[in-house]
């Protein structure tokens, strides 16, 4: 898929994706971080699955709690963003914002206290909410394929790897995750629906809520760059 050259942003974009587990929060990201090189991103499923990985203090912690499909600590999460933060320059030692940091955040925050936590930091001037109808995602589910390392995301019957079971990039080998068998996603999903409600309101409160509908990546992706693109080039 080719979704033309990439565009400037004029303004800093400090934007959150927010959707049910294995919408496509991750594929939206890598697409829109090719679009507007300016963008970074941080997810936060990927830094947890790093540190559970590498077996840090904070991965066997988590590790059972992520394995259930449940949340992890809002305390947690929290202080690893926030470390995330200071080490990508965002957030500077007197506590301020640097005023051009323009980001995508997958999967943080995930509930309302979080998301006030956020406030607190950085705020955030445009939240996405991805929506796809439950029966279509898990339809996909047991196809999805990621490169740990990187978080890339394939699926072999829509979004195969050049070589199957290879990164396109690194040519390592590709995983499944360990709590995308059926029983643990819809687990995910009933904490995402119990938790999501109370988090977009708190951003449509604000006026930053911006909703996009899709039964694929593809379909959304560019509802989502056009939007992108009048909001902040
Ligand atoms: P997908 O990545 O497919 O869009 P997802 O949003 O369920 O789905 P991740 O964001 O990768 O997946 O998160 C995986 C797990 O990590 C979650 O089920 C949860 O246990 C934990 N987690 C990630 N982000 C948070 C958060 N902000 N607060 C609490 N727990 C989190
Ligand atoms: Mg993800």
Wanted: hydrophobic share 35%; charged share 25%; aromatic share 8%.
């Amino acid at each position: 898929m080719s979704f033309g050259p990439p565009r400037q942003l004029k303004k800093a974009a400090r934007v959150i994706l927010v959707g049910a587990p294995g919408v496509g929060k991750g594929t939206q990201t890598e697409r829109l971080l090719d679009k507007f090189p300016q963008l970074a991103s941080i997810s936060s499923g990927d830094l947890l699955r790093e540190n559970v990985r590498d077996k840090t203090q904070l991965g066997l912690k988590v590790e059972s709690a992520i394995q259930s499909g449940n949340l992890v600590p809002d305390s947690t999460i929290l202080d690893l963003i926030s470390s995330e933060f200071k080490s990508r320059g965002w957030l500077l030692n007197n506590g301020s914002v640097s005023p051009t940091a323009s980001f995508i955040l997958d999967g943080f925050p995930r509930t309302a206290a979080q998301a006030a936590s956020l406030d607190a930091l950085i705020p955030v001037n445009f939240v996405v909410q991805l929506l796809t109808p439950p029966s279509v995602i898990l339809s996909r589910i047991a196809s999805r394929w990621i490169h740990e390392p990187s978080g890339r995301v394939y699926n072999t019957t829509f979004h195969a790897p050049k070589v199957p079971y290879k990164d396109d990039v690194t040519g390592e080998p590709l995983t499944q995750r360990k709590d995308d068998s059926i029983d643990t996603w819809k687990q995910r999903l009933q904490k995402f629906e119990d938790t999501s409600k109370t988090l977009l309101q708190h951003y449509d409160a604000k006026g930053v809520l911006w909703r996009v509908e899709g039964n694929t990546s593809d379909e959304i992706t560019p509802k989502l760059f056009a939007e992108i693109e009048k909001r902040f080039c």
